[in-house]
Structure formats: C-alpha cells, structure tokens
C-alpha cells in the first residue's frame, strides 16, 4: 500500500516560526541552530536566489522589525533615552521585546508596557543609581497616552462670569478625560528640562492636554483633594468645601478665596467641563 504524503506545516506553523525567527536578538541563523534546524530549512518556505538565500531575507525582516520600534520608543521616550545613553537605551529595548513582545497591531501600543518592565530591570533598579528611571518613562508615556485621549469642550472664563452668583455656586462640572495624577517618588522637573539627576522628593503630578498639548505640573494636598472629587460631577460650590476639608486653616472667606483662584487656574488651563 502506497504511503500517505507527508503532511508540510500549517499556515499558523509557519507564522509562529517566521515571527519566532525575525524576533530573535541573536539573528536568523543562530534561531535556527538553537532550534536545531539546519540553516536550509527555511528554503522551502522562503524563495532567496544569488544575490540572498533564504536565511538572508528574513534577516533584513528581523532588523527592520527591531530597529523599527526602537526607532518609535526612542521618539515616544526621548528623554528616557538621554538619560541612558544610546547602548544602553538599544540594550534595554532588546531586552524589553524579548520580555515583552508586540502583540497589539499598532505601534502606539508598543511602549505601553516599558515603564512596568523598567521597574524591574537592572537599569532601573536602586542598585543602578537610577530608580527613577521607571517613574520618568510613566510620565512620557502618559504623554504619548493623553494626545489621544477623548476631548472635551472645555469651560470658559466668559461663561462662568455670565452667571449669577447661584448658579455659579450651583454650576456641575467634571475635569476633561484627557488629564491624569500620577504619583511619583522623584521630583523629575530637572531631568525632564534636561538636567541632572532628580531629587526624591514625593509628589503628585497632574497631566493633562490642552489643545494639542500635553502639560503636567505638581499638585498641593489641598489641590489634589480637589481634583480627585472632580473625576466626577460636582458642583463649584462643593469643590471649595473640598478644599477647605483638605486644610487647617480657620478663616473661611480665605479658604474659599483660594480655592477659586485654583478653579480659575483649572479654567485657565481647559481642565474643567460642564458634567
């Protein structure tokens, strides 16, 4: 009896290969050794001819899908790459999409894991002198994250002076989606202006766009306590009783004093919208 024909790999077989092959650090020839493949094994599956066999070609592949997206962390974090130094920033990002490998289609999404694998990796680590290094990628990321976020028609200065005391106190309003608190244990002013090394220094920061541009700055005790109670609908009047909640000051007409310069500030800023 005849024997069957021997069945060849399925599609998703040699997907997982080829993606396996164009991902690894070491280059084409050394996955397929390490496979325990023979450098032809990919002739069937590749046409190469004299100028490039098969091995070849898809190490053109496997260089253009590294240094493609090393090329978008180094824009998306470009002063997590000043602060490392060109081989080392290279280094990091090997050893990130070999943790940490693509699997969202879009290249926005690539760096969206670097701030948590630095929080573990040895340049990020106290014992590199450089644990800040994972709190500074978070904030550019959050950048990167917040020039997509949703928009908002933000209030104005002129509507809120068209109303009348009433119905400014009564007025419901919520912060924009496009901001975000971060808390940190490095003050990163000095790093991010391109500077030395930050101080540690806790603080909160407040991220947000305005326009087609993203903002951050640290926030009070008393601010946060504010901003925290706008991620929902609230009215003016209550975000002063906030802000008054948050202090230990006694004198209630300067209370409330600052807490309106804040909301005028929100304003100022388009962080605030009618809830």
Known sequence: MPSEPRQGPSLAEVQALLYELMTAPAGVAPALAA???????????????????AVARLDLYANMYFFRILDVLREEFPRLAAA????AFHDLITDYLLAARPAHPSLREVGARLPGFLRT????????GRPWL??????ERTHRELFDASDADPLTMAALQGLTPEAFA????????????????????AVWEGGGSPEACPETLLVWRRDATVHHRAVTTAELAMLRRAAEPVTLADLCQVFAGARTETDDEALVAEAFQIIARWVDDALLTRA
Not at 134 to 139: C, G, Q, T, V, Y
Not at 170 to 189: K, W, Y
């Open 134 to 139: 994972a709190e500074l990628a978070a904030l």
């Open 84 to 87: 490392l130094g060109g081989d």
């Open 35 to 53: 496979r325990g493949l023979a450098a032809d094994a990919l002739d069937g599956l590749i046409a190469g001819d004299h100028r490039l066999g």
């Open 170 to 189: 009564t007025l419901p309003v919520r912060l924009i989606p496009a901001h975000r608190l971060l808390g940190q244990a490095f003050e990163l002013s």
């Open 121 to 128: 990796h040895a340049s990020g680590q106290a014992g590199g």
